[in-house]
């Protein structure tokens, strides 16, 4: 049942009023972010709208079997010629979080925002957003169901993909009944509920393994075993062949020692940036750290990009952990 039917209304009479849009989600995409992207495109072509979909760079190679996944646009390799003046964020917690994407838009672009950050600053000119829900794909569902538009195999995959991905193959503790009934209906429209688990969640490529590796042997703790850590750096990945996704997952090994309350990912960029993910056991709201540090997300899951040099930042960040805890 949809208990945000205003936002709703609003979100939709966007789409109706408006034509020719720019659909963007957040750098580095993961499951929710390309299957919302796809959600939105599919439903503006559902409206007779015309849309272009982008994103700073490459979505993840094992999203390929996404509905239209392959008209996502890496702006790194497509520049766009001409400027957006209607404009749909996705997933994005914050403005920042499109990326270069934001060149594209015009001055006085018009924005709808929909999201389900807690972090969310409320950017743009309509918003939907759902802190409650598990996922940005969570409400695009309600979106697609409040217009009346009847749901096709290809799309109820890429729904039930963003469902998946944000909760972990439903064990997160956003799994909320919603979402698993969200979740049977799209079985439903004949989703491969078990093939789509295989692939996403249970498959790795052998750079992946050994990124994991190479981060495993860096783990550390804290003295109280609260606290625990991996790092990679730009010569881990280069030895090894992996790419940006080869790194998701990785955070929870840390995470998942018994007796940790808090698990990190500590990625330099170069060598004055550092990307940190974080995910927290249920004592500590990680989204509040990573908010201090410029960054956000959720309570059991967040993340922030920090300038500086990567023994500093982990000696930062495990003290501002400590704090909380």
Not at 249 to 256: L, Q, S
């Amino acid at each position: 049942m949809q208990t945000y039917p205003q936002e709703l209304q609003n979100a939709l009479a966007f789409l109706k009023e408006h034509d020719d849009f720019l659909i963007v989600s957040h750098v580095q995409p993961d499951g929710d972010a390309v299957s919302s992207t796809l959600a939105v495109g599919w439903l503006l072509s559902c409206l007779g709208k015309n849309y272009v979909m982008v994103n700073e760079g490459p979505i993840p190679r094992r999203m390929s079997y996404l509905w239209h996944s392959d008209q996502v646009l890496d702006l790194s390799k497509n520049p766009l010629d001409t400027k957006y003046r209607n404009v749909i964020c996705v997933d994005c917690a914050d403005f920042q979080r499109v990326g270069k994407t934001q060149q594209d838009f015009s001055e006085d672009a018009r924005i709808l925002n929909i999201d389900h950050h807690p972090t969310n600053d409320g950017y743009g000119e309509v918003q939907l957003i759902v802190p409650e829900a598990a996922a940005t794909a969570e409400i695009l569902l309600d979106l697609i169901e409040y217009a009346e538009i009847p749901l096709t195999t290809d799309i109820a995959t890429a729904l039930y993909t963003g469902l998946l991905t944000d909760t972990g193959g439903f064990r997160y503790s956003n799994t909320s009944p919603k979402v698993m009934a969200q979740a049977s209906r799209l079985l439903g429209f004949g989703v491969d509920g078990p093939g789509l688990s295989e692939l996403l969640l249970e498959q790795i490529t052998y750079p992946q393994l050994q990124i994991l590796t190479k981060a495993l042997t860096k783990l550390q703790m804290s003295e109280d075993g609260l606290i625990s850590w991996v790092s990679i750096t730009p010569e881990d990945m280069a030895e090894t062949g992996a790419i940006n996704e080869d790194l998701e997952g990785i955070v929870n090994y840390p995470r998942n020692v018994q007796g940790v309350e808090v698990g990190m990912l500590f990625k330099v960029i170069h060598d004055n940036a550092v990307k940190v993910s974080m995910r927290s056991a249920g004592k500590v709201d990680v989204a509040a750290i990573c908010h201090s540090f410029g960054g956000g997300g959720h309570v059991r899951a967040a993340g922030a990009r920090i300038e500086g040099q990567l023994e500093e930042i982990i000696q930062l960040v495990v003290e501002r952990v400590k704090e909380q805890l």
